[in-house]
Nanobody
Framework: QVRLVESGGGLVQAGGSLRLSCAAS????????MGWFRQAPGKEREFVAVISWSGGSTYYADSVKGRFTISRDNAKNTVYLQMNSLKPEDTAVYYCAADRTIATMNRLSADFGSWGQGTQVTVFS
């Protein structure tokens, strides 16, 4: 099991940027893919982005492609989500998650076994 703690959320005007961080502890961080998900009020949790264990591969939801960038620093046990050109529809609680299985790269929330507590991102127009 791995413990995840997100930070960096906040209130931002449309068109602005935020950088989320997720610090991990308790398991070999560098062996597992890491993902970001989000959940808006009244909606189901949805996939945002995933990065492979090495950082060499990434995948994004169509809704954020070209605006968000996921990255990781295995030396710091931290994964990041740089969010640019934010839109009101990006408003949600953002969660980081660790894949259940070593050396895989999934996109379904059921494939992620450890979750952070979430950080609120609110984009106003």
């Amino acid at each position: 099991q791995v413990r995840l703690v997100e930070s960096g959320g906040g209130l931002v005007q449309a068109g602005g940027s935020l950088r989320l961080s997720c610090a991990a502890s308790g398991r070999t961080f560098s062996s597992y893919a890491m993902g970001w998900f989000r959940q808006a009020p009244g909606k189901e949790r949805e996939f945002v982005a995933v990065i492979s264990w090495s950082g060499g591969s990434t995948y994004y939801a169509d809704s954020v492609k070209g605006r968000f960038t996921i990255s990781r620093d295995n030396a710091k046990n931290t994964v990041y989500l740089q969010m640019n050109s934010l839109k009101p529809e990006d408003t949600a609680v953002y969660y980081c998650a660790a894949d259940r299985t070593i050396a895989t790269m999934n996109r379904l929330s059921a494939d992620f076994g450890s979750w952070g507590q979430g950080t609120q991102v609110t984009v106003f127009s």
